[in-house]
């Protein structure tokens, strides 16, 4: 399954960013599609994810700030960023699983963004 994401860049603090996220489609059992992000020197964690039905979970810091949106029949993932904030800074990885097999677990190549103040 690949992975393709894109729309990171550098913004200024306060402004807005939309990452986008493709997948081949090769696997109808990936279910959940979302977004992670890694800090450096920090451990990768839970951005947003959304299911093939629509069911969302958010991280607390993403909450009022990240909207997450999917298009099915274009297997696509979209992570819309408002109000951006220096400690959102990271590399954000788009990422799609099966809730019912860990092995079906996949990651994107990952996209910059770097917010300064």
């Known amino acids: 399954v690949q992975l393709q994401a894109s729309g990171g860049g550098l913004v200024q603090a306060g402004g807005s960013l939309r990452l986008s996220c493709a997948t081949d489609?090769?696997?109808?059992?990936?279910?959940?599609m979302g977004w992670y992000r890694q800090a450096p020197d920090k451990q990768r964690e839970l951005v947003a994810e959304?299911?093939?039905?629509?069911?969302?979970k958010y991280a607390d810091f993403a909450k009022g700030r990240f909207s997450i949106s999917r298009v099915n029949a274009h297997n696509t993932v979209y992570l819309e960023m408002n109000s951006l904030k220096p400690e959102d800074t990271g590399v954000y990885y788009c990422?799609?699983?099966?809730?019912?097999?860990?092995?079906?677990?996949?990651w994107g190549q990952g996209t910059q963004v770097t917010v300064s103040s």
């Open positions: 990422n799609s699983r099966s809730p019912f097999d860990a092995r079906r677990n996949y």
């Open positions: 489609g090769s696997d109808s059992r990936l279910n959940i």
């Open positions: 959304i299911t093939r039905g629509g069911t969302i």
